[in-house]
């Protein structure tokens, strides 16, 4: 006397859909992690250029304005800055995200405060290490991001065109963690010209959890991974109605919707692995801590190798005192 909710046939489709989306996402965020270290291959060049400068710059005191990177952020004009700092933000994620100026300022930076006492510490293969770290983050599917994209479904109704809010929501987020990030390095700019009229030596700006939402960056990633996970759900069922059910049929829609959301779905992933991205990579290091990935994977493994051969050689010593005790009682 019961019904199953779900046929045979469904429960079947559905689990080719799960697969269609699991292997999207996953090719889709290393598409994205390639193309945006690709990006940044220009940064290597910036890195190298400063590994090979042996000569300390003269300690000159400069005006603060007279610093390109303030230049470029900062105009010192505060009343305009806070009206027009966003909307420039907004419009630079787009072009010349992060130029040589802001490259070199923001390693100084992490440096100073992270590893004052290496001044030609690798910041771009540090950088990239700790890319590829989050990167094996966002190529999993979280719990929450089942639940998001169930509450989706469950909205489905006629009417409400919840299949172009996913489109559109995922890009809204993108534009906005693009832009934030751009103003931090603006904030950064903003805070040292507020402090200091001018300065000796080089430019150095401090990186903190308070430029971040809620004084948290790993929040920047979470954003980064729903966004990802959105635009994968969002080809991969495109690609599965195409295919399973073709393109006329009424379950894929209106053509003009149906368009309109790949075309957004295309440009949030391009805006993602050209712009945002890049900008994360960089800017997620200003914060109050570094990430593991300071440390060099061959160090990283000695080290642990070292402390597991540290941790035996006690051992030793520790069990042979305990047999010599108890041979002792007897």
Known sequence: GTV??????????LHIFIFVLAVT????????????????????????????????????????????????????????WK??????????????????????????????????????FNFYSYMIRALEVDFKKVVGISWYLWTMLMIFLLLNVQGWYVYIWI??????????????????????????????????????????????????????????????????FEIAFFFWLLVTYGFKSCIMGKPAYVI?????????????????LPLYAIVSQMGNSFKKSIIDENVNEGLVNWAEKARRSTRVPNRAAIDANSSSID
């Open 260 to 276: 309109t959301r790949v075309v957004i779905s295309v440009i949030s992933q391009f805006i993602c692995s050209y712009s945002t």
């Open 25 to 80: 996402h996953f090719l889709f965020s290393a598409i994205t992690v390639l193309l945006g270290i690709a990006q940044t291959r220009k940064w290597r060049n910036w890195e190298t250029k400063i590994q090979r400068n042996d000569d300390s710059p003269p300690r000159m005191i400069k005006h603060v304005q007279e610093f390109k990177f303030i230049q470029d952020h900062f105009k010192g004009d505060k009343k305009r």
């Open 83 to 120: 009206t027009f700092g966003w909307l420039r933000s907004f419009f630079k994620q787009f072009y010349g995200s992060v130029t040589e100026e802001d490259y070199t300022t923001m390693r100084l930076g992490f440096i100073m405060k992270h590893c004052r006492g290496n001044l030609k």
């Open 4 to 13: 199953p909710i779900l046929s045979a046939e469904a429960i079947h489709q």
């Open 167 to 232: 489109s559109v929501v995922p890009f809204i987020m993108l534009l906005v963690v693009g832009s934030k990030m751009e103003h931090i390095i603006t904030e950064l700019a903003y805070e040292v010209a507020q402090k200091h009229t001018a300065i000796c030596g080089e430019l150095v700006v401090a990186p903190s959890d308070d430029f971040f939402w809620f004084h948290r960056p790993k929040l920047v990633l979470l954003l980064i991974h729903i966004v990802l996970f959105q635009n994968a």
